[in-house]
Each structure stands twice: as C-alpha cells, then as structure tokens.
C-alpha cells in the first residue's frame, strides 16, 4: 500500500499550489485523510484533514482561510489548494492515511499522528520572497 503526494514545487509568495494524494494498492475512499508537512528544522506538523465522508474538515490556525483540503472518492485522490503562500509554508508535505473505514473521532484526534497508518513520501513545497 503507497500513498503518493504530487504538485510541489517552487512558487512565488503569494502564490498557488495545488497538491495530490493517490494510492496504489487499496483505496481510501471512506478513510480520514490529512495533509502534515515538516519545514528545516522543525517537527513535523499538522496541517488540514477531512472525514471519510468529506463533510468535515479541520485546519491549522496558521493556513486556515489560505488552505482547502478536498477529496474525490470516485477517483481515489486527496487534494490540497495551497493559496496565499508565504516562505514561512515552504515545506515537505505528506498525506497520510487512517486504516479504518468509515472511523469517526473527536475533533483534537484529527490533530495528531496517531490516528494515522499510511503515509506518503512527501512532495516539496518551495515558497520565495
């Protein structure tokens, strides 16, 4: 089972991305999916997730507003719009996975790792001054 992130690359503040997240292997269509990322230096952090049911979504404070976190289950792909860049989102961003279908959690479980099995390589996000 593979996660594969795609649509990084080098982009001008205040610029926009458009990153993807497709498996191979099984399908996650009725999985909570996420997107983290980890810049130089730093942890790796939270960025947005979406339920299994797309109907639910959770963000970051700081890409709240900037950020939107999509899902097309009949293609099997998890999607981040990245708008209004800034350096400070330059970043390696990786999707990830729950191995439980049709899971429901409470809301500060979205958050964290834990919940999460499956994770891509990570595509690179670049954001110039």
């Known amino acids: 089972v593979q996660l594969q992130a795609s649509g990084g690359g080098l982009v001008q503040a205040g610029g926009s991305l458009r990153l993807s997240c497709a498996a191979s292997?099984?399908?996650?269509?009725?999985?909570?999916m996420a997107w983290f990322r980890r810049a130089p230096g730093k942890e790796r952090e939270f960025v947005a997730a979406?339920?299994?049911?797309?109907?639910?979504?959770y963000y970051a404070d700081s890409v709240k507003g900037r950020f939107t976190i999509s899902r097309d289950n009949a293609k099997g792909t998890l999607y981040l719009q990245l708008n209004s860049l800034s350096p400070d989102d330059t970043a390696v961003y990786y999707c990830?996975?729950?191995?439980?279908?049709?899971?429901?959690?409470?809301?500060?479980?979205?958050?964290?790792?834990?919940?999460?099995?499956?994770w891509g390589q990570g595509t690179q996000v670049t954001v110039s001054s």
């Open positions: 292997g099984r399908t996650f269509s009725n999985n909570v």
């Open positions: 979406i339920s299994w049911s797309g109907g639910t979504t």
């Open positions: 990830a996975a729950d191995r439980n279908q049709r899971r429901t959690y409470t809301g500060p479980s979205y958050y964290g790792t834990w919940i999460y099995d499956y």
